[in-house]
């Protein structure tokens, strides 16, 4: 089969998926739609789980091992599938047995692509489906600028990195985009931030009709738990709270392997549980909410009038490595007010794991070691008994790398974007800098 007739399958397997062109369906019902669904399946558990045998596959699937072996002959005859004999694992990953009973998306048949915007910055990852992340670009963002050029910026990113990787853009499955803040993620709406407002606006759809790509919207926080479950801290873990102390406080919860979201996908806002009734103003109108005290800002804030009016993060950090005691103090009670809130979630979710993820996690075991503390002290002793707190894996780039994951969870709500909408063409910028990442699976 030529390279022209496998990305055409893969296409018409992802178009299948998203429901929105069927051309290789079957009557619902019919043999042949049951052996097309079982197929399309057994691809996502690959995708989603990486390289697994027959065994798993069919405990996953819910189907017979001989309705997997037969259905694996196919994708292998078609190319999508491939038997990896523990190719590029580890030494602890690589199965024991027989080899070549290891399958395993065939490289180069489709990747996904995650962005993610913080406030001052755009990241995206293009991660080959089975080889993991190829690309990776960030672009800084000037204040003050309109989402519509932000996702311009994102847009001419998601140019580049197809370009810069080779890969083939009818192979690309879709986009996970990531904005900070709440959202509502029924409408894909954003709703109000912080420092830079997306309120109102779609961001999804804008970026979807930029790019021609299916694109998923989730918030930041929730992308970045989808990452640290699938490859980070919390990798292999079913029932995870993520706490993202960034320049707003943001959450994720996990449960039995579902991701969290609520009646308008708009669940997980931990940052505006009260942890000191009465207490500071938050942005929300609220009082008292973890946000005013654990926040990038809110931390330094605190500090300016002990270090400096013009301390960003990065001195404050120094000074806690220095063992300044007032600095150690601030960041030993961010942690007591953060395990507040985190004491509450356990004693509702019973998680197996807590992760504290953002830029003020850096602040290491001061501050973890205080989360932990308060945590265990405020919630129920059977539920705290076996949890643990860590601090996230995947630093700065977990937001876009899940984006990744959602793409590969979530497949079946990719729908293929209509024809622009705006005759406009897409303004060419360049990206700050380039580097070429290893696979993270
Ligand atoms: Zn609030």
Request: net charge neutral.
């Amino acid at each position: 089969m030529s390279y022209l007739d496998l990305i055409y399958r893969l296409y018409l397997t992802c178009v299948t998926l998203s429901g929105t062109i069927s051309p290789m369906m079957d009557e619902p019902g019919s043999t042949r739609h049951a052996v097309d669904t079982n197929r399309q399946r057994l691809l996502r558990i690959l995708r989603e789980h990486g390289p697994m045998h027959r065994a798993e596959l069919a405990r996953r699937a819910g189907l017979s091992r001989t309705t997997v072996s037969t259905a694996m002959e196919v994708l292998i005859s078609e190319g999508l599938v491939t038997n990896l004999d523990g190719r590029g694992m580890t030494g602890e990953e690589r199965p024991v047995g027989r080899p070549g009973r290891l399958l395993g998306i065939q490289p180069g048949t489709g990747s996904a692509i995650g962005v993610a915007f913080s406030y001052h910055e755009v990241r995206v990852i293009l991660s080959d489906l089975a080889q993991g992340p190829l690309i990776e670009l960030v672009t800084p963002l000037p204040q003050e600028q309109a989402p519509g050029d932000d996702l311009d910026i994102a847009a001419n990113m998601i140019q580049q990195a197809i370009e810069s990787s080779g890969i083939s853009p009818e192979g690309v499955l879709g986009v996970g985009l990531g904005v900070p803040g709440p959202l509502d993620c029924t409408r894909g709406m954003a709703g109000s931030s912080s420092e830079k407002t997306w309120s109102g606006s779609m961001p999804a759809d804008e970026l979807a009709h930029r790019v021609g790509f299916p694109t998923l919207l989730d918030n930041t926080a929730r992308l970045s738990l989808l990452a640290e479950a699938r490859w980070g801290a919390g990798a292999g873990k079913k029932d995870v709270v993520f706490v993202k102390l960034s320049s707003g406080v943001g959450g994720g919860f996990l449960v039995d392997g579902r991701l969290l979201r609520g009646d308008l996908g708009a669940g997980g806002e931990i940052g505006h549980v009260v942890v000191e009734p009465g207490g500071q103003l938050c942005r929300c109108g609220g009082r008292g909410c973890l946000e005013a005290y654990a926040s990038v800002p809110a931390v330094i804030a605190q500090l300016r009038p002990l270090l400096g009016p013009d301390i960003g993060l990065s001195e404050a950090l120094l000074a806690l490595a220095k063992g300044n005691p007032s600095v150690t103090r601030l960041f030993s009670d961010v942690g007591q007010l953060v395990g507040r809130a985190v004491a509450n979630a356990v004693n509702l979710f019973n998680p197996q794991l807590v992760v504290i993820g953002g830029e003020l996690a850096e602040a290491g075991p001061t501050l973890l070691q205080s989360i932990e503390q308060a945590t265990k002290r405020e919630s129920l002793p059977l539920l705290s008994a076996a949890l643990s707190v860590r601090q996230a894996a995947l630093g700065p780039r977990s937001a876009a790398l899940g984006g990744i994951a959602l793409v590969l969870r979530e497949e079946d709500r990719l729908v293929r974007p209509g024809p622009r909408r705006s005759s406009k063409p897409v303004r060419r910028l360049y990206h700050n800098s380039v580097s070429h990442v290893t696979a993270t699976k």
